[in-house]
Antibody
Framework: QVQLQESGPGLVKPWETLSLTCIVS????????WHWIRQSPGKGLEWIGY???????NYNPSLKSRITISVDTSKNQLSLSLRSVTATDTAVYYC????????????WGRGTLVTVSS | QSALTQPASVSGSPGQSITFSCTGT?????????VSWYQQHPGKAPKVIIF???NRPSGVSNRFSGSKSGNTASLTISGLQAEDEADYYC??????????FGGGTKVTVL
């Protein structure tokens, strides 16, 4: 079955760029919207943004100036870049697939913890 | 965009029913029937239990039900069981073609 696997450095220094990858295995990245969602320790979920397999994107307005989400259909993966990170960006980052009918997240990765610290 | 508003915690005894809310605005919950609910156990990824306000994905217990009135959505868990102890998050589509989550509700089974 389709699985999502996030990966990236577990530790990022303040003001540097956080870069994460989500590999889609067991199925195609095509024809779906792919989202990034994060969860700060002990806190709730925060929607970060999405990318369609064709490359169109939309971002959380509060993060828009620092985010880039990209997709590589040849590698069946999507990526997240978050610039100028601070301690408040410490979180578990999830990639998730939007169901084909487009209204809910039907598939989630296990998440990857990123800590921002010097 | 502001997070949807959920009560921080709700508790109930086994077998009881509990209902809790998720309040937004006309720009999200009130404007669309695209409210979904997610259950999250500690250390696990969220799992959808309700979509499009009141629909259950295949395999989700019928003890979970959802509804909406105006800018407020609600989740009801009937016949509360120990395994229902988890965090629950609502999520809505918005007019900006984005998504917004609620702050989460911790359900405790007494």
């Amino acid at each position: 079955q389709v699985q999502l696997q996030e990966s990236g450095p577990g530790l990022v220094k303040p003001w540097e760029t956080l870069s994460l990858t989500c590999i889609v295995s067991g199925g195609s990245i095509s024809s779906y919207y792919w989202h990034w969602i994060r969860q700060s320790p002990g806190k709730g979920l925060e929607w970060i943004g999405y990318i369609y397999y064709s490359g169109s994107t939309n971002y959380n307005p509060s993060l828009k100036s620092r985010i880039t989400i990209s997709v590589d259909t040849s590698k069946n993966q999507l990526s997240l870049s978050l610039r100028s990170v601070t301690a408040t960006d410490t979180a578990v980052y999830y990639c998730a697939r939007l169901h084909s009918e487009g209204t809910y997240f039907d598939l989630w990765g296990r998440g990857t913890l990123v800590t921002v610290s010097s | 965009q502001s997070a949807l508003t959920q009560p921080a915690s709700v508790s109930g005894s086994p077998g009881q029913s509990i209902t809790f809310s998720c309040t937004g605005t006309s720009n999200d919950i009130g404007g669309y029937n695209y409210v979904s609910w997610y259950q999250q156990h500690p250390g696990k990824a969220p799992k959808v239990i309700i979509f499009d306000v009141s629909n259950r994905p295949s395999g989700v217990s019928n003890r979970f039900s959802g509804s909406k009135s105006g800018n407020t959505a609600s989740l009801t868990i009937s016949g509360l069981q120990a395994e229902d102890e988890a965090d629950y998050y609502c999520c809505s589509y918005t007019t900006s073609v984005t998504r917004v989550f609620g702050g989460g509700t911790k359900v405790t089974v007494l």
